[in-house]
C-alpha cells in the first residue's frame, strides 16, 4: 500500500516583516504616528470604527501588548511572529502574521470567524478601535504606501525597497462557491 503524498506546507516571504520590525524598534516613538494609519496587510477579516477601516496600527498595537495569542514562535527560525491579521471561515481561523526575523509567515489557529470574533471582542472593549464588522470569506487588505512613507518621513531604516509598493498580494483570506457544471442528458446530446 503506498502513502498518500502529502502536500508540501508553501513556505511565503513577505516584506511586511520589515515594516512590523520597524514598527516594534520604534518603542515609544510608535506614538508620532497616526494609530489610525492602516497596517499593510492582506489577511484581516476585521473592521474598525465608523469607517469601517481596514486594520489600523493602534488597534493591532492593542492585540502585540495585550494578547499572548498575537505573538509567537516562528515555526521557520524560532523567532517572534507578530500578528498582522485576523480571521477566518466557519471552523477555521484565527491569527495570520509575519515573523520580524526571517520574514516567513505564520498562523496561529484558534478557530473559525465567529470564535476569533469572541476571542479579540475584549481586548477592543472601551478602546479607541471599536470593532464595527466582519468579512465573511474576504478581507479588508490595508494598503502598503501610507505607512510607508509615514515610517520613511520619520527617517526609519530597514523597510522594503519601494518596489515593494507596487507588489499585489490576493488577499490570504478567501472563499469561492463556484457554480456545478450542468451535465449534458442523454436527450440533449442528440
Known sequence: ????????????????????????????DIEKLDQ???????SCCVVFGEKKSPLPLGAI??????CPEAIWKCEHCGGRVYADGMGGLLVVGGFSGVCIDCNLRGHNSIGGLGIV??????????SDFPIK???????????KKPM????KELGVKGLPDESWLEQTEETIVSLTIKKPE?????????
Open 1 to 28: 500500500m503506498t502513502e498518500p503524498k502529502r502536500k508540501e506546507k508553501e513556505v511565503v516571504v513577505d516584506e511586511n516583516g520589515k515594516i512590523i520590525r520597524a514598527l516594534i524598534e520604534m518603542g515609544e
Open 133 to 143: 464588522g466582519a468579512i465573511f470569506g474576504g478581507a479588508s487588505k490595508g494598503i
Open 148 to 151: 510607508y512613507e509615514a515610517l
Open 117 to 126: 470574533m469572541n476571542f479579540i471582542k475584549p481586548y477592543f472593549e472601551n
Open 36 to 42: 489610525w494609519l492602516p497596517l499593510p496587510q492582506n
Open 61 to 66: 498595537r492593542i492585540l502585540w501588548e495585550n
Open 182 to 190: 450542468k451535465k449534458e442528458s442523454k436527450d440533449e446530446s442528440n
